[in-house]
């Protein structure tokens, strides 16, 4: 299986690269409104927000840098196909403003954004992401009334784009092949996860690091395993440092990354040849993961119905049986970005023995 994955240096207000109805999904995260370090950006890209920040009207602020981004999202609506899947990962800010403390709520925000643009909302996740510090107060610390309290959570918010799902084939192989195990959607499917911890940026750069705010390669490798089948082309239109990127290419999809400054794909370029020893670990720790699934189901007596067509192992339901997992075997630089040689995965294979034997999977470097 071959994959193609593109980079794009430029604005992502005009996806002019992309063709209308050419992607399945979108996995992304954009630049925060009223964080403050993303004030410079938005700026930059409207210099009435730098004059509303200086005045101190925050809601004036805060509605013009959703309007930078609801250009994005009408992008967006353009290039994904219909029934196609959009997650976005935000959070909202908190921010004192002319001597007034509040909340901005980006994420109300966004919702109403795409439902203007006829999307259907589905329901959405919250992920845990702890503040650096223990000792974060806000207010008036120990004394009530006048204390806050910390948001620790960040949203993935997921939109339907239409009302009607995606339509396959009856019996696509690329849809059955990229079936997850029966434990795992129990686990990501779920409202709340608890198990993801947020990223520590690992660049040197000062204003580069300042300009970046990955998230955990968990965050989208599950969303494209979640929204997406083999084959499909994943855009981040906010691509950052290229956890996406790397995301798909793990997971066997075709992607698609806008980012303004060039500097984070030269950066990329430097992480690339990791990316098919992390396959093999992210491929290893799933499959270990579902070997001790069924050993502890087997030792309480319990019997599967099932065996899987590909491996020598049992599943839960009929769904799971063409189940087919596949690693980065090779990666090479083109003109636009990287294609990717896939090599399907066989449960004996020695190449996967580095993840079965950690069970886990620490994070992919500098993402």
Not at 138 to 160: C, D, K, Q, W
Not at 318 to 331: A, G, L, M
């Amino acid at each position: 299986m071959e994959t193609a994955h593109s980079v794009v240096a430029g604005d992502s207000r005009a996806l002019t690269e992309v063709e209308d109805d050419s992607v399945e999904l979108v996995v992304t995260s954009p630049p925060y409104p009223m964080i403050e370090m993303w004030d410079g950006l938005f700026s930059s890209l409207n210099p009435e927000i730098g004059d509303t920040l200086e005045n101190g009207e925050g809601q004036a602020a805060f509605t013009r840098m959703h309007e930078e981004l609801e250009t994005v999202w009408n992008e967006v609506s353009r290039v994904l196909v219909d029934g196609g899947i959009v997650c976005v990962n935000v959070g909202d800010a908190t921010r004192k403003v002319d001597d007034s403390f509040r909340v901005f709520q980006n994420h109300s925000r966004i919702i109403t954004d795409f439902e203007d643009l006829g999307f259907e909302p589905l329901p959405e996740i919250l992920w845990r992401k702890p503040a650096n510090s223990g000792a974060t107060f806000l207010g008036s610390g120990m004394l009530p009334p006048n204390a806050y309290v910390t948001l620790e959570h960040e949203y993935i918010l997921v939109f339907r784009n239409g009302k009607r799902s995606r339509r396959f084939e009856p019996g696509s192989e690329r849809r059955y092949s990229s079936a997850y195990f029966w434990e795992e959607r129990n686990q990501w499917f779920s409202d709340v996860w608890t198990d993801i911890r947020g990223e520590q940026q690992a660049l040197d750069e000062g204003e580069l690091r300042e300009r970046s705010a990955a998230y955990p390669f968990e965050i989208p490798y599950r969303l494209i395993n979640m929204y997406s089948v083999y084959g499909d082309t994943v855009l981040d239109p906010f691509w950052g440092t290229g956890t996406t990127s790397v995301a798909a290419m793990v997971a066997g999809r075709n992607s698609i990354g806008y980012e303004l400054n060039d500097e984070f794909a030269h950066l990329f370029q430097e992480r690339v040849e990791d990316v098919p020893r992390y396959s093999r670990e992210v491929i290893g720790r799933r499959l270990n993961d579902h070997e001790e699934f069924v050993e502890k189901r087997a030792s309480s007596g319990n019997e599967f119905e099932y065996e899987a067509d590909n491996y020598e192992f049992p599943v839960m339901t009929k769904q799971e049986q063409p189940v087919r997992f596949y690693t980065v075997s090779e990666i090479q630089e083109t003109t636009a970005g990287y294609e990717v040689s896939h090599r399907p995965v066989d449960r004996t294979d020695e190449r996967m023995a580095e993840g079965k034997r950690s069970g886990d999977v620490a994070s992919f470097p500098d993402s």
